[in-house]
C-alpha cells in the first residue's frame, strides 16, 4: 500500500483519485476537488489494476506531464513547513526521496535539506537532476555537511549513502552572486574533506556505533584548482579520511610544475576523464615532465593544454617535440586534444603520429598553422573521426584556404562543431567556402566570429547553410557595414538588432525557428566534447 502520510497530505494522489486536500489544489492554482482522470501512480511495492478512470466534468484534465507537475508542487508545500516534513520522513517511501530532495534544493530548504541527505535510502545521490538550475552555495555547504555528519553519527540507523554524484553543477559565475563557481566548490569540497579526516579519531567518552564502521563516503567531483587554492586541495587529496574525492574533470590554473605534479599524483587513477592545464606556463620541457604522469589515468579522454608557452621556433625543441609525441601516445584513451596558443607550425605530423587511436576532438587555436599541418589532418586516420575541429585565430584567407578547403570533405562524414574565429574570412570567401561546407551534413556548432562579413555576406552564408538540417548554433561577428561611423569600433545597437531581427525573420520563412545565430559568445562559446 501507499504510505498513508503523504496520501494524507496529498489528498489520495493516484490515479482515479481526487486532489482534495489544500496541500495539493492550493499549491497547484486548482480548484478544489479537481478530478484525476489521466495519471501515473506513486510507486508502490506491489502492483494492482488501475480504476476506470472517471467521466471528465467542467474542470481540465490531468495529464501525465501536469500530474508529475503535481507532486513537485506538493513536494515544495510539504519542504516549507519544516516540522511536518521532518514528521514526514521516517513515512515516505524511498521513491518519494527524491521529488522531496529537489524541491528543498528549489527552494533553499537548508534545514530539510540536510535531513534529507543524511536518511538518504540509496546508495548514490545525484545534484545534476535540474541541468537549467544549480545549487547554491548554501545548499552545497548543507548537503556537504550532512553526509559528513552521517559518518560520525553514533545514533540513528546507519546511512545508506555510498557515493555522492556533485560533477556537472559548479559551472560558472553566470548563476548568481551566491551560486556555486566550480573554484568556490573546489574549496567547499576541500575543506569538507579535511574536517572528515580530523574527525576521523572519535573523541573520548563518545558514544561508539556497533558492529563494523561505517564505510567511506566517495564523492565524484569537478575540481578547478589554483596557486591559492593548491596547497589545501592537495592536503584534502591526501588525507585518507571517511571521505573520498574522486575526479571526474581536473582544471589547473597558473601552477607551478612542481605544484602541478603534486597535485596529479595525489588524484584518484580511476575516473578521471580530463586534464586542463592553462595560462601555466610549462613550456616544452614541463610538459615533457607531466604528460607521461598522465598515463596513470586509464579513463583518461580529454587531455587540454592551452598557453603552455610552447613555440617550434626555439633552438633544440625537436628533440623535446619527439618526447612529447611518445608521451602523447602513451594515453590510450585520448580523444581529445587541445594545444591552443602553442606555435605549431609544420609539425602537427610530428605531434599526432604516435597517437594510438583517432582523435574525435581536435582544438588548435592561434597555432600559426601551415598548409602541410591541414594536409597531414585530411589525409590522417583522424579526418573521419573528427566530431570538434577548432582552428580559430589562424589565417585561413591565404596560404591555408586551399589546405583548409580540402580538408573539410575529409572530415565531413563526422564533424560537429567547426571553429573559424578570427580566421581573416570575408564575403569574397564565401563562394568557395560553402559547398565543401554543406558537405559536413551532421554539423550542429559554426563558429565565425571576429570575421570580416558584411550584413549582406551574413545572408548569403545563412541561405548557403540551410541544407545543413544539423545546425543549430551559428556565432557570427558583427556586420563590418554596422560599426559606427567615427571608426572609433563602436557598434550602434539599432544596426545590430536590424540585421539580427532580418535574419531571424529567414530562417523562420525557412522553417528553421530551432537555429540560433548570434553575435554573443557570453553563453555561446560552443559545445563540450563530451556532450557531442
Not at 607550425?345 to 592561434?366: D, K, M
Amino acid at each position: 500500500m501507499g504510505n498513508p502520510f503523504w496520501e494524507d497530505q496529498c489528498g489520495g494522489l493516484r490515479a482515479g483519485g481526487r486532489l482534495d486536500h489544500p496541500l495539493c489544489t492550493q499549491s497547484a492554482g486548482l480548484p478544489l476537488s479537481v478530478p484525476v482522470t489521466t495519471f501515473c501512480p506513486l510507486p508502490h511495492t506491489h502492483s494492482r489494476p488501475l480504476p476506470a478512470p472517471e467521466t471528465p466534468t467542467m474542470t481540465p484534465t490531468v495529464t501525465p506531464t501536469t500530474a508529475s507537475s503535481l507532486v513537485s508542487l506538493c513536494a515544495r508545500r510539504l519542504a516549507a513547513h519544516l516540522p511536518t516534513a521532518r514528521r514526514a520522513l521516517p513515512l515516505l517511501p524511498a521513491e518519494l526521496y527524491p521529488v522531496l530532495l529537489h524541491a528543498a534544493l528549489l527552494d533553499r530548504r537548508v534545514p530539510l535539506l540536510r535531513d534529507v541527505v543524511r536518511s538518504w535510502p540509496f546508495p548514490v545521490l545525484s545534484l545534476r537532476r535540474d541541468p537549467h538550475r544549480h545549487p547554491d552555495k548554501l545548499c552545497v555547504q548543507a548537503v556537504l555537511l550532512a553526509v559528513t555528519a552521517g559518518l560520525w553519527s553514533g545514533t540513528g540507523p546507519r546511512p545508506c549513502l555510498r557515493v555522492l554524484d556533485m560533477t556537472g553543477i559548479q559551472d560558472g559565475a553566470e548563476h548568481g552572486p551566491d551560486g556555486v563557481t566550480l573554484w568556490s566548490g573546489t574549496v567547499l569540497l576541500a575543506k569538507a574533506c579535511l574536517e572528515a579526516s580530523q574527525r576521523r579519531t572519535e573523541p573520548r567518552g563518545a558514544k561508539r556505533r556497533k558492529g563494523s564502521p561505517v564505510p567511506p563516503v566517495e564523492i565524484r567531483v569537478d575540481l578547478f584548482v589554483n596557486s591559492t587554492s593548491g596547497a589545501i586541495l592537495k592536503a584534502a587529496l591526501r588525507s585518507g579520511g571517511a571521505v573520498r574525492l574522486r575526479c571526474r574533470d581536473f582544471h589547473a590554473e597558473e601552477l607551478s610544475l612542481g605544484g602541478t605534479v603534486d597535485l596529479l599524483e595525489a588524484l584518484e587513477p580511476v575516473g578521471l576523464r580530463r586534464v586542463e592545464l592553462r595560462f601555466n606556463n610549462l613550456g616544452l620541457e614541463g610538459l615533457c615532465q607531466v604528460v607521461p604522469r598522465l598515463a596513470r589515468f586509464p579513463d583518461l579522454a580529454s587531455v587540454r593544454l592551452p598557453y603552455s608557452n610552447v613555440d617550434v621556433r626555439r633552438p633544440g625543441t625537436e628533440d623535446g617535440l619527439q618526447e612529447l609525441a611518445e608521451a602523447l601516445g602513451w594515453l590510450r584513451g585520448l580523444r581529445e586534444l587541445n594545444l591552443g596558443s602553442c606555435r605549431l607550425a609544420g609539425r602537427l605530423r610530428l605531434l599526432l603520429g604516435s597517437l594510438q587511436r583517432p582523435l574525435e576532438s581536435l582544438e588548435l587555436p592561434f597555432c600559426h598553422l601551415q598548409p602541410c599541418d591541414l594536409t597531414f589532418l585530411a589525409h590522417s586516420p583522424h579526418a573521419s573521426a573528427l566530431k570538434k575541429l577548432d582552428l580559430s585565430g589562424n589565417d585561413l584567407s591565404s596560404s591555408l584556404l586551399p589546405a583548409f578547403l580540402h580538408l573539410l570533405p575529409a572530415v565531413s562524414s563526422s564533424l560537429r562543431h567547426l571553429d573559424m574565429a578570427e580566421c581573416h574570412l570575408g564575403d569574397a570567401h564565401l563562394p568557395i567556402l560553402l559547398p565543401p561546407l554543406r558537405r559536413c551534413a551532421l554539423l550542429s556548432y559554426l563558429g565565425l566570429f571576429g570575421n570580416a562579413l558584411s550584413s549582406k555576406g551574413l545572408k548569403v552564408l545563412l541561405e548557403g547553410t540551410l541544407p545543413l538540417t544539423s545546425l543549430r548554433l551559428v556565432v557570427h561577428p558583427y556586420p563590418i557595414d554596422c560599426h559606427g561611423d567615427d571608426g572609433d569600433g563602436d557598434v550602434p545597437e539599432g544596426r545590430v538588432a536590424a540585421v539580427r531581427d532580418e535574419l531571424r525573420g529567414m530562417l523562420r520563412s525557412a522553417g528553421r525557428d530551432e537555429e540560433m545565430w548570434t553575435s554573443s559568445l557570453h553563453h555561446h562559446g560552443g559545445f563540450d566534447f563530451f556532450v557531442l
